[in-house]
């Protein structure tokens, strides 16, 4: 169509044609301005689909008939895909990214993304103007955003994250990719080792990064101050510093691991830690913490066994509350110990004394044994611990007024001492028919008709009581087996009558009067014991 | 379908000079009305105070939004739409076309860019309102019955699918025992075409009962309880070779 003849305007006027014929599908192709790409100094170019997503959304190959396969297998996976309705996207060409290389191998290459939405609401046309004047349009089928790719070397992400954080201690960032060539060069001949020294240096200090290392032993400080290659030598010596950094704190870690599981050290950890270059001066360092350790290694041992018969017993007897008592009775322990004899095998007399719970036994020997181990050095404080180390197996537990306790109970003591010398009280018949622990009041206070004071409240009944403090109850135990007081204190636990414990004893001591029991002497220790 | 091509780079090397223009949809579908011809309209350069303007007029049979050559349609398309012109900033824009056998070509490079805008008038107007009004419409409807369907669900004692399955369940009877060397082939020819079987399938192929089945199984084959190819039944090693499965198996009476 020739231009035909303009109007006033001085335009010119050219026929638009739209083809019909669509055999050629028009796209365009973008390039960022910034990437300078000029066409037509290209003088060749290949491009092709990016075919590596076909992985992807490709099924796994097995192997169709014979060796292998399954019977009926895509049916099921097929009937399975749908029962848990996924819907795997196809794998269309179309939409698949280009590769563009220009000039060959040498030339750049470039990457082409679809960019999606370009013809939902609006279409794009192409306008060439033919030979003969007319504008011919083609609709546009698709843009592709081309970015240049890199050939050079890049970082992964995780040796991108060690080198940021390494970034304040490199100088030398060229070196960095150096020795990840050097690096990859290893690996691809693995046998070979380099001959040259400062390869091989390089390749251990550059190694230390990428390869998991447990300890950062630097043999090679002496290598880098070697290099002639200052720069190299940098790296070389802030890495050493940095290792031996490293070292001495590794040294220490593994020590601590020992004990409990420490986290592994972050980078952040060696920054501003001051450490000699050598390696001898960190050994140094960490001594003066091992005589801190120690004693705390110490202290686990006697804690540990007392916690672990603590737990024993506790789990036995199920006690929560009244943990006072307890530590009372522990410390009442304790105090006899050295109260009234100082080399006393409290296993045996405990064995004799108590039957009934083997553990008891053993915490008792073990507790007494570290009652007395400990009580010499420090007193309050191995009380203090002693009773913090079992109210951390318990929670919410009061601590001890130790001396306050010890105070009644040495009294008690001797109350109940003096108490059997003075007076020969009757022994009381209680009724044999009652003998059951369980039963409240109805007991044998009645008969005995030593209305005390003490008493009534002794027998009341506790919301959970296995053991009333009775006199039948007490008679019983002696008949059983000579106990000393302590074993009848231990039996009688305030928990479980409801009383305290000064009260305990007050109730424990008049009983024994009203009883009087035989006493002997086993091992140095005053048992009691009734013989019906 | 590989499309390893060549670029024909005859257009970069001319360095043919193309537009590119966004068209509106509706004008685009009108040009896909256009005759075999393909003449859509005439655009117009001017040069108006130093800037160059461009118009493109749309031809007269194109207008209407019906069938073409209906031209008293209700609404018509507007014919005059001045052309906006851009420069191509922060891009390079090459366009390059693909053949039908995969041939991959350069056209040329983008000298300008283009926006197609229609003159606004009453008529344009009309036309945007019903074009919003379709694209308002939801594209799922609900819509209520004012009869219940009868057709489907009907409360049935038996179901077809089941009455017939019962029924062939009878026709086909109680599955018989053949002859164990009759099985064996049976089971080694369905191996030999798969190496793993699941014991309802083997059922299926065989139709024999399943105690006998296992029986036999469990002579000749394996189990998998785990692994990828999981409660399926397979040879032992020493009946099959899958290598050449063609051949005969070895077969060790039982």
Same mark, same amino acid.
Request: charged share 35%; glycine share 8%; hydrophobic share 25%.
């Given at each position: ?532 | ?46 040069? !108006?105070?130093?800037?160059?303007? =461009? ?6 049979? /194109?207008?209407? *939004?019906? @069938?073409?050559? &209906? #031209? ?97 369940? !009878?026709?086909?009877?109680?599955? =018989? ?6 099985? /064996?082939?049976? *089971?080694? @020819?369905?191996? &030999? #075409? ?61």
């Amino acid at each position: 169509m020739a231009s035909l003849g303009s109007s006033s305007s001085s335009s010119t006027e050219y026929t638009v044609r739209v083809p019909k014929n669509t055999s050629k599908k028009y796209n365009i192709m973008a390039f960022n301005a910034g990437d300078k790409v000029n066409c037509s100094t290209w003088t060749h170019a290949r491009m092709e689909r990016d075919m590596s997503a076909r992985k992807i959304y490709g099924e796994e190959e097995t192997p169709e008939g014979a060796a292998g396969s399954e019977f009926g297998k895509k049916q099921r996976e097929e009937a399975r895909r749908k029962k848990y309705g996924i819907v795997t996207r196809e794998f269309k060409l179309e939409d698949q990214p280009w590769i563009l290389k220009v000039n060959g191998k040498a030339g750049k290459r470039f990457k082409g993304l679809k960019k999606g939405g370009v013809t939902e609401n609006a279409s794009y046309y192409i306008f060439t103007q033919c030979p003969d004047g007319a504008f011919e349009a083609f609709p546009v089928h698709g843009w592709y955003n081309f970015t240049p790719q890199a050939k050079h070397r890049t970082l992964t992400a995780e040796e991108a994250e060690e080198e940021w954080g390494r970034r304040n201690k490199v100088v030398n960032h060229f070196s960095i990719m150096l020795q990840r060539r050097l690096r990859e060069q290893e690996r691809g001949d693995e046998d070979e080792e380099e001959s040259e020294k400062a390869g091989k240096k390089k390749k251990k200090s550059g190694g230390r990064g990428g390869d998991l290392r447990i300890h950062d032993l630097e043999d090679d400080l002496d290598m880098s101050s070697d290099d002639s290659d200052n720069s190299m030598g940098d790296d070389g010596e802030s890495k050493a510093k940095k290792s031996d950094v490293g070292k001495g704190k590794a040294k220490k870690k593994r020590k601590g691991s020992d004990k409990e599981a420490l986290e592994d050290s972050d980078d952040g950890d060696y920054e501003g830690l001051e450490v000699d270059y050598m390696s001898d001066e960190s050994s140094s360092e960490e001594e003066p913490e091992n005589p801190k350790g120690k004693p705390n290694k110490e202290e686990d041992l006697p804690k540990g066994i007392d916690e672990a018969s603590e737990s024993e017993e506790e789990s036995e007897e199920e006690k929560q509350n009244e943990d006072e008592v307890k530590e009372e009775e522990e410390e009442e322990e304790g105090k006899k110990t050295p109260a009234q004899m100082e080399k006393k095998k409290k296993k045996d007399s405990s064995g004799e004394s108590d039957s009934s719970d083997d553990s008891d036994i053993e915490g008792d020997t073990a507790s007494a044994l570290f009652m007395k181990k400990r009580t010499p050095p420090k007193r309050a404080g191995g009380r203090g611990s002693a009773g913090s180390s079992r109210t951390g197996s318990r929670p919410g537990t009061p601590s001890i007024d130790t001396a306050a306790t010890s105070n009644t109970l040495r009294a008690a003591a001797n109350k109940l001492e003096l108490g059997k010398r003075q007076t020969q009280g009757p022994g009381t018949d209680s009724p044999a028919a009652k003998r059951l622990k369980m039963e409240p009041s109805s007991q044998s206070p009645a008969p005995s008709g030593k209305s005390t004071p003490q008493p009534p409240s002794g027998k009341s009944t506790p919301s959970s009581s296995d053991v009333q403090l009775t006199e039948e109850a007490v008679r019983r135990y002696l008949i059983r087996k000579p106990m000393t007081t302590k074993d009848l204190l231990k039996k009688f636990q305030t928990k479980r009558t409801g009383l305290s414990s000064e009260k305990t004893v007050n109730v424990l001591a008049q009983i024994l009067k009203r009883l009087n029991p035989e006493r002997k002497n086993v091992n140095d220790k005053m048992h009691f014991y009734l013989t019906e | 379908m590989s499309e390893r091509g060549e670029v024909n780079l005859a257009g970069a090397k001319q360095s043919k000079g193309v537009w590119l223009v966004k068209v509106p949809k509706y004008l685009a579908q009108q040009w896909d009305k256009a005759t075999e011809k393909g003449e859509v309209g005439k655009i117009s350069i001017g040069t !108006k105070q130093g800037k160059s303007q =461009v118009c493109f007029s749309l031809n007269e049979e /194109l207008t209407a *939004l019906g @069938a073409v050559g &209906e #031209k008293d349609g209700p609404l018509q398309v507007p014919r005059d739409h001045p052309f906006t012109m851009n420069s191509v900033g922060g891009q390079t824009l090459a366009v390059f076309s693909l053949g039908v056998r995969d041939e991959i070509s350069l056209e040329g490079m983008v000298v300008h860019k283009a926006e197609c805008r229609p003159v606004v008038t009453d008529n344009y107007m009309k036309l945007k309102k019903v074009q919003m009004k379709e694209s308002l419409k939801p594209q799922r409807l609900s819509q209520q019955l004012e009869r219940a369907i009868t057709t489907a669900f009907k409360p049935v004692a038996n179901h077809n699918f089941n009455v017939e399955y019962e029924k062939k369940k !009878k026709s086909e009877g109680k599955m =018989v025992r053949a002859e164990r060397q009759v099985v /064996l082939d049976m *089971l080694f @020819a369905a191996f &030999e #075409k798969h190496q793993y079987y699941n014991i309802k399938d083997l059922v299926d192929i065989t139709k024999q009962p399943v105690t006998y089945l296992k029986e036999i199984m469990r002579d000749i084959g394996t189990y998998n309880s785990k692994g990828a190819h999981k409660s399926t039944w397979e040879l032992k090693p020493e009946y099959r070779h899958y290598q050449s499965a063609d051949e005969g198996e070895d077969m060790q009476t039982a």
